[in-house]
């Protein structure tokens, strides 16, 4: 079992940046395909970004391609969410999520262990 902390979020001005973490607990890190996803108020949570268990493969949705970047330190156990060049519609509640499979997956229900959120919002 993993359990999963995020931190970073805050408020920024559009245009700015953020970077979010995710600390993982236990030693089995390097076994699971990480993801963020996210969720507005009154939204669906929605896919984000992913990568894979060795951090050879990251995917992300079309709304964020170009502006965000996700990656992974295996002995800090910590995967990262960079995030550029924010827009309004970026703000919601952003989540890390494990899944126990090698390869990155845009499907929310792969993943099997969430962090609480950390809320970004980012103002016009």
């Known amino acids: 079992q993993v359990q999963l902390v995020e931190s970073g979020g805050g408020l920024v001005q559009t245009g700015g940046s953020l970077r979010l973490s995710c600390a993982a607990s236990?030693?089995?890190?390097?076994?699971?395909?990480m993801g963020w996803f996210r969720q507005a108020p009154g939204q669906e949570r929605e896919f984000v970004a992913t990568?894979?268990?060795?951090?050879?493969?990251?995917y992300y949705a079309d709304s964020v391609k170009g502006r965000f970047t996700i990656s992974r330190d295996i002995a800090k156990r910590t995967v990262y969410l960079q995030m550029n060049t924010l827009k309004p519609e970026d703000t919601a509640v952003y989540y890390c999520?494990?899944?126990?499979?090698?390869?990155?997956?845009?499907?929310?229900?792969?993943?099997?262990?969430w962090g609480q959120g950390t809320q970004v919002t980012v103002s016009s």
């Open positions: 990568i894979s268990r060795s951090g050879g493969s990251t």
């Open positions: 999520a494990a899944a126990k499979t090698a390869g990155a997956s845009s499907t929310l229900r792969t993943y099997d262990y």
């Open positions: 236990g030693r089995t890190f390097s076994s699971y395909a």
